[in-house]
């Protein structure tokens, strides 16, 4: 599976922004996604994931309530919408596909990451 992330930008604080991971491969429907985030001179941190069919979700604390994942499995794509983003929230986000967990090790596949900006 390789996954290719996209919808960087600059926003303001206050803002929304919707970021997509397009997939490739047949087996994408198969796999739980997640997406990361890692800020400047921070570890890469778990922002939410969603199982395979979509009903499944867990998110971040620091996210639940202002960001959603979704899927559409038959364009191989999974979103992310952020809604009132706040400077905190400036990061580069990276999706990944192989498991519905918190830890960056149970994942087996990773985008190559999307700038996020958030002006206060």
């Known amino acids: 599976v390789q996954l290719q992330a996209s919808g960087r930008g600059l926003v303001q604080a206050g803002g929304f922004l919707r970021l997509s991971c397009a997939a490739s491969?047949?087996?994408?429907?198969?796999?739980?996604m997640g997406w990361f985030r890692q800020a400047p001179g921070k570890e890469r941190e778990f922002v939410t994931a969603?199982?395979?069919?979509?009903?499944?979700?867990y998110y971040a604390d620091s996210v639940k309530d202002r960001f959603t994942i979704t899927r559409d499995n038959a364009k191989n794509t999974v979103y992310l919408q952020m809604n009132t983003l706040n400077p905190e929230d400036t990061a580069v986000y990276y999706c990944?596909?192989?498991?519905?967990?918190?830890?960056?090790?149970?994942?087996?596949?990773w985008g190559q990451g999307t700038q996020v900006t958030v002006s206060s």
């Open positions: 990944a596909a192989g498991s519905l967990g918190k830890d960056i090790r149970m994942y087996m596949y």
């Open positions: 491969g047949r087996t994408f429907s198969t796999y739980p």
């Open positions: 969603i199982d395979w069919s979509g009903v499944i979700r």
